[in-house]
T-cell receptor, first 109, second 112 residues
Framework: GIQVEQSPPDLILQEGANSTLRCNFS?????LQWFHQNPWGQLINLFY???GTKQNGRLSATTVATERYSLLYISSSQTTDSGVYFC???????????FGGGTRVLVKP | DADVTQTPRNRITKTGKRIMLECSQT?????MYWYRQDPGLGLRLIYY???????NKGEISDGYSVSRQAQAKFSLSLESAIPNQTALYFC???????????FGSGTRLTVV
């Protein structure tokens, strides 16, 4: 099946800093989503982005499907951005969402 | 109301007990999924269903069963719970193809 790798595994930021999270995948994809899991365990859908660039407030994402990676940008980080960020994909030959291992982000005040 | 509703939100049960986790959705999607998350790890697929008459095993289906009672309802059962089934369980739905997935708020299950 398709493999999804996220980096870095852990990230510590000072409030106000910018950061970039990366997601590499091993095959062509029909679907790519970024999720934020908050400290209470809820999965919040950030972006549906199988290709191209999207922005939502301080967050933006870019997927370069031909090179099999996606980037999530966090600008002017806030303590509420803490949590785990997951990238998940559906391969072009598959029909199920496969998750990466996540990036654990801690934003310090 | 939430698009995907899971009940209960939290549950503590004893080893050997049967337990059912329920999921309902208002998205009108045909496809529904059950995932499991262990501490510090990503989500892994337990079972999925593409319509009422279609049930498929995921990567970690042993010890679990499911029932698709209607397009909007998909339940997960642990016939005889064991401690290593302690985890956070998520239900999800999708429209298939290029549609995104929508997840419920999760059920935190503890087996003692």
């Amino acid at each position: 099946g398709i493999q999804v790798e996220q980096s870095p595994p852990d990230l510590i930021l000072q409030e106000g800093a910018n950061s970039t999270l990366r997601c590499n995948f091993s095959d062509s994809v029909n679907n790519l989503q970024w999720f934020h899991q908050n400290p209470w365990g809820q999965l919040i859908n950030l972006f549906y982005i199988p290709s191209g660039t999207k922005q939502n407030g301080r967050l933006s994402a870019t997927t370069v499907a031909t090179e099999r990676y996606s980037l999530l940008y966090i600008s002017s980080s806030q303590t509420t951005d803490s949590g785990v960020y997951f990238c998940a994909v559906v391969g072009a030959a598959g029909n199920k969402l496969t998750f990466g291992g996540g990036t654990r982000v801690l934003v310090k005040p | 109301d939430a698009d995907v509703t899971q009940t209960p939100r939290n549950r503590i049960t004893k080893t050997g007990k049967r337990i059912m986790l329920e999921c309902s959705q208002t998205k009108g999607h045909d496809r529904m999924y059950w995932y499991r998350q262990d501490p510090g790890l990503g989500l892994r697929l337990i079972y999925y269903s593409f319509d009422v008459k279609d049930i498929n095993k995921g990567e970690i289906s042993d010890g679990y069963s499911v029932s698709r009672q209607a397009q909007a309802k998909f339940s997960l059962s642990l016939e005889s719970a064991i401690p290593n089934q302690t985890a956070l369980y998520f239900c999800a739905t999708s429209g298939g193809g290029t549609y995104g997935y929508t997840f419920g708020s999760g059920t935190r299950l503890t087996v003692v």
